[in-house]
Nanobody, 123 residues
């Protein structure tokens, strides 16, 4: 099956960091960009960032710029999201997606979604 599987979520203390994983299967991982988004209860889905297929280019959303790093390992078919200085406002379900382009603001350009992983920031 063609799929993305996000993992690594859990309970994080304010000020802490998280690292999430996105494992791909069923397609040629190195041919596609990977993006991350999140959604908190009662809030709109928020795009967080993207990494190109080769891993050499990244772009991040304004709301998380400076706190987020997206990387990937094409030899292992996995992408990563690291976020620092977490606050309760970062509590959300985090998703990885396959990005087909050309613009990040159109959700229809993400054609494959993982099931998401829940992150809760609380003391």
């Amino acid at each position: 099956d063609v799929q993305l599987q996000a993992s690594g979520g859990g309970l994080v203390q304010p000020g802490g960091s998280l690292k999430l994983f996105c494992a791909a299967s069923g397609y040629t991982f190195k041919d596609y960009a990977i993006s991350w988004a999140r959604q908190a209860p009662g809030k709109e889905r928020e795009w967080l960032g993207v990494i190109n297929n080769g891993g050499g280019l990244t772009y991040y959303g304004d709301s998380v710029e400076g706190r987020i790093t997206i990387t990937r390992d094409n030899s292992e078919n996995i992408a990563f999201l690291k976020m620092d200085d977490l606050t309760p406002e970062d509590t959300a379900r985090y998703y990885c997606m396959r990005y087909r382009g050309p613009v990040y603001t159109d959700w229809s350009n993400f054609d494959l979604w993982g099931q998401g992983t829940q992150v809760t920031v609380s003391s």
